[in-house]
T-cell receptor, first 112, second 116 residues
Framework: SQQGEEDPQALSIQEGENATMNCSYK?????LQWYRQNSGRGLVHLIL?????REKHSGRLRVTLDTSKKSSSLLITASRAADTASYFC????????????FGRGTQLTVWP | DARVTQTPRHKVTEMGQEVTMRCQPI?????VFWYRQTMMQGLELLAY????????DSGMPKDRFSAEMPDATLATLKIQPSEPRDSAVYFC??????????????FGPGTRLTVT
């Protein structure tokens, strides 16, 4: 079963706007990761946030984690048409075996 | 630029035929994952290996799917016999895992399988 539940399922914005995607999960975690998938391609790791971290930045990406609410958000600032992709969150469900549990993803479309 | 490679990239076959998909993990990575992605089910983990030993293959239909790692540079996923419901994109991913973590995964480009 899917661990992460992203919302919205689809998001459509104009270039230059910010895009916010959310992820909720049900179990304790050691870390949460976000991946991007361009159409017809494999997933690409974007950013990882540990359970003891609350916020992390990487370029135009900002990830927050609220373990009390079991939720995370991914913010893409000043979006570009090239950001059009599906975005997935993944958790480890507290395991250290390395397996990740992926959500269904948010399809982001950025219009030029 | 180290990458996970998968072959073939596309495969069209008839129901009942055997399908073999291959994956070359990133050199030095000790863990390999096989996923299947469909619109209906999303991304499903089929099996994964660490140091070539299977850790979990509970996501695979055992009667027709098999996964192996003949050596550290090759992972294979076989379907025999294939069925139309096996049509999907199959991804291989690899990662380097040791005590502690955390761990990120590196995905290949996928094999798009169509079974008619």
């Amino acid at each position: 079963s899917q661990q992460g539940e992203e919302d919205p399922q689809a998001l459509s914005i104009q270039e230059g706007e910010n895009a916010t995607m959310n992820c909720s999960y049900k179990t304790s975690i050691n870390n949460l990761q976000w991946y991007r998938q361009n159409s017809g391609r494999g997933l690409v790791h974007l950013i990882l946030i540990r359970s003891n971290e609350r916020e992390k930045h990487s370029g135009r990406l900002r990830v927050t984690l609220d373990t009390s609410k079991k939720s995370s958000s991914l913010l893409i600032t000043a979006s570009r048409a090239a950001d059009t992709a599906s975005y997935f969150c993944a958790t480890d469900r507290g395991s250290t075996l390395g397996r990740l549990y992926f959500g269904r993803g948010t399809q982001l479309t950025v219009w030029p | 630029d180290a990458r996970v490679t998968q072959t073939p990239r596309h495969k069209v076959t008839e129901m009942g035929q055997e399908v073999t998909m291959r994956c070359q993990p990133i050199l030095g990575h000790n863990t390999v994952f096989w996923y299947r992605q469909t619109m209906m089910q999303g991304l499903e983990l089929l099996a994964y290996f660490r140091n070539r030993a299977p850790l979990d293959d509970s996501g695979m239909p055992k009667d027709r799917f098999s996964a192996e790692m003949p050596d550290a540079t090759l992972a294979t996923l076989k379907i025999q016999p294939s069925e139309p419901r096996d049509s999907a994109v199959y991804f291989c991913a690899s990662g380097l895992y040791n005590s502690g973590g955390p761990y990120e995964q590196y995905f290949g480009p996928g094999t798009r399988l169509t079974v008619t």
